[in-house]
């Protein structure tokens, strides 16, 4: 199955999260404000993940990922949504 859109995460922790399932995480945060601002339109899925169609690396930037950084800091939400994936 090929992705059309790309998933974003609530919160840096979330992200560190499922990126854990794929190796070691890398985590970009979003200008989502920005985006909306220049006319990108994000959708929310049934199970609470945010898509977008694409992100272009002028709303990107690289975080630092801290290693307390863990599923512990998820919302019940959240775990829920990433559950059902």
């Given at each position: 199955m090929q992705t059309q859109h790309v998933h974003l995460s609530a919160s840096p922790e979330t992200a560190v999260t499922v990126g854990k399932r794929h190796g070691t995480p890398v985590v970009y945060v979003v200008d989502a404000e920005a985006m909306c601002q220049?006319?990108?339109?994000?959708?929310?899925?049934?199970n609470g993940v945010w898509?977008?169609?694409?992100?272009?690396?002028?709303?990107?930037?690289?975080?630092?990922?801290?290693?307390?950084?863990?599923?512990?800091h998820i919302t019940t939400k959240e775990k829920s949504a990433l559950s059902r994936r």
């Open positions: 220049s006319g990108h339109v994000f959708y929310c899925s049934e898509l977008v169609q694409a992100v272009p690396a002028e709303y990107l930037k690289r975080m630092e990922v801290q290693e307390d950084m863990c599923s512990d």
